[in-house]
């Protein structure tokens, strides 16, 4: 998402709260954010760009332990 696309979706949503992403840790609204559950905790993405991001960066994380 650039700033642009940022800038135009809070100005979508005045207002509301905003979460962080977890990838690149852009703004966006509690609304319009992606959200995955892991264990205890909940994660939010600001697009499918971010979440598939990080869900790479797991199996990434889950293979290397598994080498071990």
């Known amino acids: 998402m650039t700033n642009h696309e940022q800038e135009e979706v ?16 852009k703004e966006v609204p509690a609304s319009a ?10 994660f ?4 499918s760009e971010c979440f598939d991001k990080w869900e790479h960066q797991q199996g990434s994380n ?7």
């Open 10 to 25: 809070l100005r979508e949503h005045p207002g509301q709260e905003t979460i962080e992403c977890k990838v690149c840790l």
């Open 62 to 68: 889950n293979q290397s332990s598994g080498d071990k």
């Open 44 to 47: 939010y993405f600001c697009g």
């Open 33 to 42: 954010a992606q959200n995955a559950e892991c264990e205890d905790y909940v």
